[in-house]
């Protein structure tokens, strides 16, 4: 095997990045290429000044090729990049937590991934999170063996380091896999808004860069004259009906684009392997002993149909930051069983999933109340104002009356949502009404305690305790919870940190 | 108290505040650094009342600005003192715990295991009243504890504290 004599050396990206970068450049450029071409000949200068900029771009790509090099020797894993300014960054293995592997279309058609590798920083700028753009696959799957199977052999291999590890073909034992019937929970994630968002974004940037005047359109002018035309009160329930038909059908696409193929393995080496993507793939490989916990999430209309999402709480893996965006979820949007049973598996119990949680009171509810009022009231009294200052239709304030009851439907839901438990060295939270949350985060996670309480809050008795983590969103939360009960269960989940500093209210006394 | 306390009896569990308060000069650094931005506030607004003097509506910028002035006659009074009287801290061979905030109140604590950097600063109008602030961060970017109006010679005793305590436990922190 070449490996060991590979690995020492510096290794260079695949040479087929050649090719991709260009294309991805001018692609970049595309919008003002034909926005240049479709203008015409405005002043002669333009186009060839966006030329002269992509072909700077394709240089600075191919140049990024011959600049960026990477090993893993000595407990160590090194990256040399850049141009001007010459950058070396190392991460010690032991910091390794994640390795994401995903490819783009362009990258499948050459075969070619990107890899991230995520480290425990949690202070680091996206800049310098350790990313190879343009392996080939192989390559990719040899980097992440050596990065994340390194801790457990290295031990078994001590005595006889000449003998390679002999799982050449790793054992793995699949957690989920999705079934096609989930597709039907795609419409319930609105996942389609940003589609339809992103569509029509698109399609504004064409316009505006190509100068062309919608107005001037034939269809348009059409179509927009026969919605003149027919009823209103079709369109009334026409256009909205229409709308979601197409969200629905865009977040069905999208369901499919982002999870065909999702599975969720457990390798032999005990690290967690989720996969999915239906032209851009993406292969998310979490060391399991750095997992800390569980999100389950139910957003409102998933939880009508009983659907949920699972996500990590993993050190090395912050939720919904940049490219990591996305690389956390364990569980696609599908049956809540499906999300639950991953949940008790990968927590190693069922009972954080199933546990009850402890209510937090009739003082959590009226605040969910007056919380509402201190948002809906001051609307409501603004839009009063400005309809006595003849500014407003009547309409305008008694439509948003309209509000009170939603609102308290939302604040009694968001009460209901709330609710703590400890069990089996498990802190769980729940919180939320339009998305339902249950945090389940593994005490020894913790790192520390905030106790906030805003003015009104000490008036009731209520406390917000913060649990501060390494991993995932760096920070659960729960909310509105009676003091005494939160110190309770801050002193119960890390036995001894608060102790010094508690009182009851007998040694007050003394 | 005549009534015993047994086990059965609900006990009330109470966090109590931090032990050392920080330097009373910080009530003086609070005001200088809260007139500071209320100054600029009442600035515009003179600004302006002289700008638009011709509009009709004087006596309304008027009526405002002294309204702004009030509040901000209030605000330098009591939140500085209120501020003095929560902020607290304490560091034990095992934990640090700091209470800060006024309004809004906040305790922290972060087991010494779990500490990451220790860093003191002094900005200019600590400076000036020689102060310094003590920040303590953990592997979680949401658990800085930060000393705010620390005397000088405080937080540097503290700093030394707590990079020997640190230095005795060992671990990633994370």
């Given at each position: 095997?070449?490996?060991?004599?590979?690995?020492?050396?510096?290794?260079?990206?695949?040479?087929?990045?050649?090719?991709?970068?260009?294309?991805?450049?001018?692609?970049?450029?595309?919008?003002?290429?034909?926005?240049?071409?479709?203008?015409?000949?405005?002043?002669?200068?333009?186009?060839?000044?966006?030329?002269?900029?992509?072909?700077?771009?394709?240089?600075?790509?191919?140049?990024?090729?011959?600049?960026?090099?990477?090993?893993?020797?000595?407990?160590?894993?090194?990256?040399?990049?850049?141009?001007?300014?010459?950058?070396?960054?190392?991460?010690?293995?032991?910091?390794?937590?994640?390795?994401?592997?995903?490819?783009?279309?362009?990258?499948?058609?050459?075969?070619?991934?990107?890899?991230?590798?995520?480290?425990?920083?949690?202070?680091?700028?996206?800049?310098?999170?350790?990313r190879l753009d343009g392996m080939s696959a192989a390559d990719a799957d040899r980097l992440r063996d050596e990065l994340l199977r390194r801790h457990a052999p290295a031990a078994a291999a001590a005595d006889d380091p000449s003998v390679p590890a002999p799982e050449?073909?790793?054992?793995?034992?699949?957690?989920?896999?999705?079934?096609?019937?989930?597709?039907?929970?795609?419409?319930?994630?609105?996942?389609?808004?940003?589609?339809?968002?992103?569509?029509?974004?698109?399609?504004?940037?064409?316009?505006?860069?190509?100068?062309?005047?919608?107005r001037q359109l034939g269809p348009v002018t059409a179509g927009y004259a026969e919605l003149l035309a027919v009823p209103r009160w079709l369109a009334f329930v026409g256009v909205p009906l229409l709308l979601v038909a197409v969200v629905g059908f865009a977040s069905m696409v999208g369901y499919v684009l982002s999870f065909y193929g999702f599975r969720l393995v457990r390798l032999a080496g005990g690290n967690l392997q989720v996969s999915r993507g239906l032209i851009s793939t993406r292969t998310t490989t979490i060391e399991e002993r750095r997992l800390r916990g569980a999100e389950l999430s139910e957003p409102l209309l998933l939880r009508m149909v009983r659907g949920a999402r699972l996500i990590a709480i993993a050190t090395g893996l912050r939720v919904g930051r940049g490219s990591e965006r996305g690389g956390s979820l364990l569980v696609p949007p599908g049956p809540g069983e499906e999300a639950?049973?991953?949940?008790?598996?990968?927590?190693?119990?069922?009972?954080?999933?199933?546990?009850?949680?402890?209510?937090?009171?009739?003082?959590?509810?009226?605040?969910?109340?007056?919380?509402?009022?201190?948002?809906?009231?001051?609307?409501?009294?603004a839009l009063v104002v400005l309809w006595r200052l003849d500014l407003?239709?009547?309409?305008?304030?008694?439509?948003?009356?309209?509000?009170?009851?939603?609102?308290?439907?939302?604040?009694?839901d968001r009460y209901r949502g709330l609710g703590h438990a400890l069990v089996r060295g498990v802190l769980i939270a729940g919180r939320g009404s339009l998305v339902r949350r249950r945090y389940m985060l593994r005490c020894d996670g913790i790192i520390g305690w905030n106790v906030t309480e805003s003015f009104f809050q000490r008036r009731t008795g209520l406390a917000t305790l913060v649990a501060?983590?390494?991993?995932?969103?760096?920070?659960?939360?729960?909310?509105?919870?009676?003091?005494?009960?939160?110190?309770?269960?801050?002193?119960?989940?890390?036995?001894?940190?608060?102790?010094?500093?508690?009182?009851?209210?007998?040694?007050?006394?003394? | 108290m005549t009534e015993t306390l047994t086990d059965a009896a609900p006990r009330h569990l109470r966090l109590r505040p931090p032990q050392h308060l920080v330097s009373p000069r910080?009530?003086?650094?609070?005001?200088?650094?809260?007139?500071?931005?209320?100054?600029?506030?009442?600035?515009?607004?003179?600004?302006?009342?002289?700008?638009?003097?011709?509009?009709?509506?004087?006596?309304?910028?008027?009526?405002?600005?002294?309204?702004?002035?009030v509040v901000a006659a209030a605000h330098l009074v009591v939140m500085p003192r209120w501020r003095f009287r929560v902020h607290r801290w304490e560091a034990t061979p095992h934990a640090v715990y700091t209470q800060a905030?006024?309004?809004?109140?906040?305790?922290?604590?972060?087991?010494?295991?779990?500490?990451?950097?220790?860093?003191?600063?002094?900005?200019?109008?600590?400076?000036?009243?020689?102060?310094?602030?003590?920040?303590?961060?953990?592997?979680?970017?949401a658990g800085p504890l930060k000393i705010h109006g620390l005397d000088r010679d405080d937080a540097q005793r503290l700093v030394d504290d707590l990079s020997i305590a640190i230095e005795t436990t060992r671990g990633d922190a994370t």
């Amino acid at each position: 095997m070449t490996t060991m004599a590979q690995s020492d050396s510096w290794r260079r990206l695949d040479p087929k990045m050649l090719f991709v970068h260009p294309i991805r450049e001018v692609g970049r450029a595309l919008p003002v290429l034909a926005g240049i071409l479709l203008a015409g000949s405005g002043t002669g200068r333009g186009g060839l000044w966006g030329l002269v900029g992509t072909g700077i771009m394709v240089c600075i790509g191919v140049l990024r090729w011959f600049t960026t090099t990477y090993r893993v020797a000595a407990e160590q894993v090194q990256v040399r990049r850049g141009i001007l300014r010459r950058q070396v960054l190392t991460v010690s293995l032991d910091r390794v937590r994640t390795v994401d592997v995903s490819a783009s279309a362009l990258h499948r058609v050459l075969g070619l991934v990107r890899v991230t590798v995520g480290t425990g920083l949690s202070d680091r700028k996206s800049d310098s999170a350790l990313r190879l753009d343009g392996m080939s696959a192989a390559d990719a799957d040899r980097l992440r063996d050596e990065l994340l199977r390194r801790h457990a052999p290295a031990a078994a291999a001590a005595d006889d380091p000449s003998v390679p590890a002999p799982e050449a073909q790793p054992h793995e034992t699949e957690l989920a896999v999705l079934r096609p019937s989930w597709v039907a929970y795609g419409p319930f994630t609105l996942s389609g808004v940003l589609t339809v968002g992103v569509i029509l974004g698109f399609a504004w940037r064409v316009i505006s860069e190509t100068h062309v005047d919608p107005r001037q359109l034939g269809p348009v002018t059409a179509g927009y004259a026969e919605l003149l035309a027919v009823p209103r009160w079709l369109a009334f329930v026409g256009v909205p009906l229409l709308l979601v038909a197409v969200v629905g059908f865009a977040s069905m696409v999208g369901y499919v684009l982002s999870f065909y193929g999702f599975r969720l393995v457990r390798l032999a080496g005990g690290n967690l392997q989720v996969s999915r993507g239906l032209i851009s793939t993406r292969t998310t490989t979490i060391e399991e002993r750095r997992l800390r916990g569980a999100e389950l999430s139910e957003p409102l209309l998933l939880r009508m149909v009983r659907g949920a999402r699972l996500i990590a709480i993993a050190t090395g893996l912050r939720v919904g930051r940049g490219s990591e965006r996305g690389g956390s979820l364990l569980v696609p949007p599908g049956p809540g069983e499906e999300a639950r049973r991953v949940a008790a598996d990968v927590l190693g119990s069922t009972e954080p999933v199933t546990a009850a949680l402890a209510p937090h009171g009739p003082r959590a509810l009226r605040r969910r109340y007056t919380r509402l009022l201190a948002v809906v009231a001051p609307l409501i009294a603004a839009l009063v104002v400005l309809w006595r200052l003849d500014l407003l239709p009547a309409w305008a304030w008694e439509t948003s009356l309209l509000l009170v009851p939603i609102g308290a439907a939302v604040a009694y839901d968001r009460y209901r949502g709330l609710g703590h438990a400890l069990v089996r060295g498990v802190l769980i939270a729940g919180r939320g009404s339009l998305v339902r949350r249950r945090y389940m985060l593994r005490c020894d996670g913790i790192i520390g305690w905030n106790v906030t309480e805003s003015f009104f809050q000490r008036r009731t008795g209520l406390a917000t305790l913060v649990a501060t983590t390494a991993a995932g969103r760096q920070q659960y939360a729960v909310q509105d919870v009676p003091l005494e009960e939160a110190l309770r269960v801050a002193d119960q989940a890390l036995p001894g940190l608060l102790t010094p500093f508690l009182e009851t209210a007998g040694s007050e006394a003394l | 108290m005549t009534e015993t306390l047994t086990d059965a009896a609900p006990r009330h569990l109470r966090l109590r505040p931090p032990q050392h308060l920080v330097s009373p000069r910080a009530i003086w650094y609070w005001t200088a650094r809260a007139l500071g931005g209320w100054l600029i506030v009442l600035a515009v607004q003179t600004f302006y009342l002289i700008l638009a003097s011709d509009d009709g509506l004087t006596s309304w910028h008027v009526a405002v600005l002294v309204a702004t002035a009030v509040v901000a006659a209030a605000h330098l009074v009591v939140m500085p003192r209120w501020r003095f009287r929560v902020h607290r801290w304490e560091a034990t061979p095992h934990a640090v715990y700091t209470q800060a905030g006024w309004f809004s109140q906040q305790r922290r604590i972060a087991p010494i295991s779990r500490i990451q950097t220790v860093d003191t600063e002094r900005g200019p109008i600590e400076q000036v009243f020689g102060l310094s602030n003590v920040t303590v961060t953990t592997a979680s970017a949401a658990g800085p504890l930060k000393i705010h109006g620390l005397d000088r010679d405080d937080a540097q005793r503290l700093v030394d504290d707590l990079s020997i305590a640190i230095e005795t436990t060992r671990g990633d922190a994370t």
